[in-house]
Nanobody, 121 residues
Framework: QVQLVESGGGLVQAGGSLRLSCTAS????????MAWFRQAPGKEREFVAA???????YYADPVKGRFTISRDNAKNTVYLQMNSLKPEDTAVYYC???????????????WGQGTQVTVSS
């Protein structure tokens, strides 16, 4: 069972930056791909970015050019650097891990508890 622990959320003004971190309890086949999703109030959980052990990377269109996902394999940690934040980025951000990289939440087996990101206008 892979456990994921997130940190780094908070309140920031529009145009500001935050970096989220997610550390997996172990590196297994189930953590080959690690991804970030987000869920705003009243909305479905949506894909943000994903990264695999082979450095393949996917981004959702709304965050391309503003967010960067990276990974430290030695620390079993994935990061999400978020720049030029907008009020519409406000959501609970969830880290996830799975055996193959995907934009689909159903492909991920493990989830963190979520961390709140609030962007004020």
């Amino acid at each position: 069972q892979v456990q994921l622990v997130e940190s780094g959320g908070g309140l920031v003004q529009a145009g500001g930056s935050l970096r989220l971190s997610c550390t997996a309890s172990e590196r297994t086949r189930s953590s080959y791909a690690m991804a970030w999703f987000r869920q705003a109030p009243g909305k479905e959980r949506e894909f943000v970015a994903a990264n695999s052990l082979l450095r393949n990377t996917y981004y959702a269109d709304p965050v391309k050019g503003r967010f960067t996902i990276s990974r430290d394999n030695a620390k079993n940690t994935v990061y999400l650097q978020m720049n030029s934040l907008k009020p519409e980025d406000t959501a609970v951000y969830y880290c996830s891990a799975g055996s193959r990289i995907s934009r689909t939440k159903e492909e991920y087996d493990y989830w963190g508890q979520g961390t709140q990101v609030t962007v004020s206008s």
